[in-house]
């Protein structure tokens, strides 16, 4: 099959009911650019602002969803309640262009970061170190989630 520039600019709808005006999708992407308390920052609101329109979804960068979840440096967290000004600020800058968008949730697990996470512990599906990364030297290994704390993620 091969596509055409009128196949993607032509709408599409979900079984939900919510319709996309084109099938152009603006991929997550990390920017590196949150504020030092994990909150989003102005500089981010502006990096969304100026890439949005045009677009049929916006799916945005990752936040982790456990402070044991933060994959790098500068993410923004939506872990607590306090965060819920910080990501409203996020969802208006990537709905200002008129599409929908898609909140990017994770948890980093044994690729998180040990010098950013409560007591540096590294939490995961199964105790394995990761491997050597940027932000990891591939000796610590993180402990398995038992199910009890898998659902309370």
């Known amino acids: 099959m091969t596509l055409s520039n009128d196949f993607l600019l032509q709408p599409f709808s979900f079984a939900n009911g919510i319709t996309l005006r084109n099938r152009v999708v603006m991929a997550p992407m990390t920017t590196w650019s949150s504020n030092a308390d994990e909150t989003i920052s102005d500089q981010e609101l502006a990096w969304y602002h100026a890439r949005v329109e045009g677009v049929g979804l916006v799916v945005t960068g990752c936040t982790h969803v456990q402070a044991s979840g933060i994959g790098f440096t500068n993410e923004f967290a939506a872990y607590d309640d306090r965060f819920v000004p910080s990501r409203r600020k996020l ?50 290994a993180s402990r398995a989630l038992g199910h009890q704390e898998i659902f309370l993620m």
């Open 91 to 140: 969802a208006e800058a990537a709905k200002s262009g008129g599409a929908p968008a898609v909140l990017q949730i994770f948890h980093a697990g044994n690729k998180a970061v040990p010098s950013l996470i409560p007591n540096g512990e590294l939490v995961g599906a199964g105790a394995v170190a990761a491997p050597k990364g940027p932000f990891n030297d591939g000796k610590l």
